[in-house]
């Protein structure tokens, strides 16, 4: 059954019983110990029991006791049963006074007490998945009231968090997926194009589409862990120059097409991590500076040790990012004002994915940059992590 009772009428009533019960028994007390000092014999309580009957029996009454008893100070007696009478009259209005003050005082006082509950109420039930950045206003008290508006706030902020972390995910799969998808549907036109394709022709467009499948599913596998809590597989031994040499190759035609020259100084060492996700990583930066390489120019990529970090770089001459840009070239769908007027394309997403999956792998990334100069990005593994096999473990 649905409660139609409010808590603050609820709490009254139960005040309520707890004020008159204690009225009832304090007036009950002080009533009873006055009739014990007012009436002092049996005398006086006839007094009272006659008072039920009429006037004038109570005044022959009074005679007769008089006569039978010779008793001088009847009156006085019968003052003091009336005082009696008196307070306890008294008592009993002032008894009802103090309760219904009681009970009005306790309907007011929850109602003010509960009153931040009800606009929390309300602020709550105003609360959906368009308006999650709202808060409610936390008093500076520290009652029960305040630690649960702060503990709903945190909450909010939690699944805020989580909100944004869905979008991007969705917004940043959507990004990856696109390239591969892009490559089997020029396969399949080239195919189309040719009016009799050979079974060469056949068998190369069906490598690269199978390749390209299976592109798709594992970064659709490894994005799907990346956002979840469950663990990916970070063991994957990655042979530095050789997932740049192949970066590279993927990439050559664009490098050709622009001119540029690629230096690749990169140490013999393998490292351990995801090998699709960091594959992804250093590809969205080596195709950045292409993307924002001049024409003729050139791409430095180098690795070195150094103690115990390998540190990794990639430098371009390129066109370079602004100070108030590179604070935020690492957020989703930021892109320069540079980009868009030179007309380059591209949604903002490379370098947030880089990011998410440095920091997945507990390195730091960092960017150098200079107008029209040259950017530079930094990439530092801990050596000890990522390198030593026996330590590694699952994240
Ligand atoms: N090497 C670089 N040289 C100059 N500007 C760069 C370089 N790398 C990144 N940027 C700037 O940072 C912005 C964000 O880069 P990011 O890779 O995230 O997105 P994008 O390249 O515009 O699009 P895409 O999602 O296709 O990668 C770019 O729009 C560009 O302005
Ligand atoms: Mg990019």
Redesign the pocket.
């Known amino acids: 059954m649905k409660r139609i009772i409010t808590l603050k009428t609820r709490i009254t009533v139960l005040v309520g019983i707890i004020i008159i019960l204690i009225a009832i028994s304090l007036t009950g007390i002080s009533i009873s110990s006055a009739n014990y000092y007012f009436l002092k014999n049996n005398m006086d309580r006839e007094i009272i029991e006659n008072e039920n009957s009429d006037y004038i029996n109570r005044e022959k009454f009074i005679e007769s006791v008089n006569k039978e008893n010779n008793i001088g100070n009847i009156d006085v007696r019968i003052k003091a049963v009336e005082a009696q009478k008196n307070f306890s009259i008294q008592s009993i209005i002032v008894m009802i006074g103090i309760i219904i003050a009681g009970i009005s005082g306790t309907y007011i006082m929850v109602g003010k007490a509960l009153k931040p509950l009800s606009q929390l109420s309300d602020t709550v039930h105003n609360i959906n998945d368009q308006n999650l950045n709202k808060r409610i206003d936390v008093k500076d008290s520290k009652d029960e009231i305040s630690s649960l508006a702060k503990s709903f706030n945190s909450m909010l902020e939690r699944l805020e968090k989580s909100f944004a972390n869905q979008k991007r995910f969705s917004a940043n799969a959507a ?1 990856e997926l696109k390239t591969p998808l892009t490559t089997i549907k020029a396969s399949l036109e080239v195919l189309k194009i040719d009016d009799m394709p050979s079974v060469e022709d056949y068998k190369e467009n069906a490598d690269i589409v199978e390749e390209s499948t299976n592109r798709l599913i594992k970064i659709v596998d490894d994005l799907l862990k990346l956002t979840s809590s469950e663990l990916v597989d970070f063991n994957d031994e990655i042979h530095l120059k050789n997932l740049f040499k192949e970066i590279s190759s993927e990439l050559s035609f664009r490098i050709e097409s622009k001119g540029i020259t690629i230096d690749l100084d990169i140490q013999e060492n393998n490292i351990h991590g995801n090998k699709t996700l960091l594959y992804r990583a250093f590809f ?2 080596i ?3 292409i ?3 001049k024409r003729n120019g050139y791409i430095n990529i180098s690795s070195m040790l150094d103690k115990d970090k390998i540190i990794i770089n ?1 430098k ?1 001459n ?4 602004s100070q108030d ?1 590179r604070e935020h ?2 957020e ?1 769908f ?3 004002d ?2 868009h007027s030179q007309q ?11 990011k998410t999956i440095i920091d997945k792998h507990d390195g730091k990334l960092s ?1 150098n ?1 200079e107008i029209n100069k ?2 530079e ?1 930094k990439v530092i593994f801990n050596r000890r992590k990522i390198l030593d096999l026996e330590d590694f473990k699952l994240k």
């Open positions: 990004h969205n930066i195709e950045n500076s993307k924002y390489g990639v371009d390129g066109i370079g990012i840009d070239i690492f989703p930021f892109r320069s540079k980009s380059i394309k591209g949604s903002g997403l490379g370098l947030s994915i880089v960017v940059s040259g950017t990005f």
